[in-house]
């Protein structure tokens, strides 16, 4: 199995911090989102695919739940592999005419078409490091002049750690330096 076949395959499924959080209420601070992740590729939704395309688009779902409310946050991902056989991740825009609601895995209407896909100018591509089946991934991204956004994530036996964290003028405004952890559920 090839680098990418193997990440592809630690990332995909569905994922929650439940276990996270049950342990920050026995410590009676609550500091994560309670969280789910549901990661599915999704080339068979995009149509005019080239010929031997040798990347996986990938489709997150990202559900967030804190303070009563709740947030849903879809992503369009591509990973390929670089040169030297590590693996990439590129930011793709959610098309136009299709809402976050809509954008789901199990959505069986969900079409694409790879001639409009539009990659995100503002996230700066991840590049994994794989060692001994662990791999880790950091990217930064300038959103404005002012606006950094920070994203690391380490993914390991049935384990997402994610942190992301927005910064203005280096001042952090949102996320979490501590990852959220997610386990994978199914």
């Known amino acids: 199995m090839n680098i990418l076949n193997k990440f592809v395959e630690s990332l995909c499924g569905k994922f929650n911090n439940d276990e996270q959080i049950k342990e920050e209420e026995l410590k009676g601070n609550i500091i994560h989102p309670k969280a789910t992740h549901i990661n599915g590729i999704c080339n068979d939704k995009i149509q005019n695919l080239p010929l031997n395309f040798k990347g996986y688009f990938v489709l997150e779902e990202s559900y967030y739940e804190q303070g009563g409310r709740k947030n849903i946050l879809p992503h369009l991902f591509l990973f390929t592999l670089t040169e030297d056989n590590k693996v990439k991740l590129e930011s793709f825009e959610i098309p136009e005419n299709i809402s976050k609601e809509e954008f789901r895995n199990d959505n069986d209407d969900l079409v694409m078409d790879y001639n409009n896909l539009v990659k995100s100018e ?21 959103f404005s002049p002012v606006t950094k956004f920070v994203l690391k994530e380490r993914i390991e036996n049935g384990k997402l750690y994610v942190s992301e964290v927005f910064y203005k003028d280096d001042k952090k405004t949102f996320g979490f330096e501590e990852p959220i952890v997610y386990k994978k559920c199914k």
């Open 122 to 142: 503002k996230f700066n591509p991840m590049v994994y490091n794989e060692n001994d089946g662990v791999f880790t991934g950091e990217s930064i991204s300038m």
